[in-house]
Nanobody, 123 residues
Framework: VQLQASGGGLVQAGDSLTLSCAAS????????MAWFRQAPGKEREFLSA????????YGEDFIKGRFAISRDIAKNTMYLQMNSLKPEDTAVYYC?????????????????WGQGTLVTVSS
């Protein structure tokens, strides 16, 4: 199983960016996938998760209204649409998937991780 995150870059405050996470593997059928981020010197932080079959999203309050998670089942790809970006959103963004359908805010729930994609927001 491989998760490949992409779409990061250098943007200005107020800009938008869409991250992608492509999942591959002959037997990989995710139940849930999630986005985390890790800013320099800080712990990895849960942002949002999505139930793969239903598309139901679960997210932290602080991202609601700015970030939106989605997925394309046919492409086995998850997305994170980020709007109104702020300098404090600067971080490495990771996608992750648990081995089963149990998930939560802790990184410990997640078995599979993408390599991370860097988002830098300048003021």
């Amino acid at each position: 199983v491989q998760l490949q995150a992409s779409g990061g870059g250098l943007v200005q405050a107020g800009d938008s960016l869409t991250l992608s996470c492509a999942a591959s593997g002959p037997t990989f059928r995710p139940k849930v996938m999630a986005w985390f981020r890790q800013a320099p010197g800080k712990e990895r932080e849960f942002l949002s998760a999505i139930a793969w079959s239903s598309g139901n999203p679960y997210g932290e309050d602080f991202i609601k209204g700015r970030f939106a998670i989605s997925r394309d089942i046919a492409k086995n790809t998850m997305y994170l649409q980020m709007n109104s970006l702020k300098p404090e959103d600067t971080a490495v963004y990771y996608c992750a998937a648990p081995q089963d359908n149990l998930f939560g805010r802790s990184p410990d729930y997640y078995t599979y991780w993408g390599q991370g994609t860097l988002v830098t927001v300048s003021s």
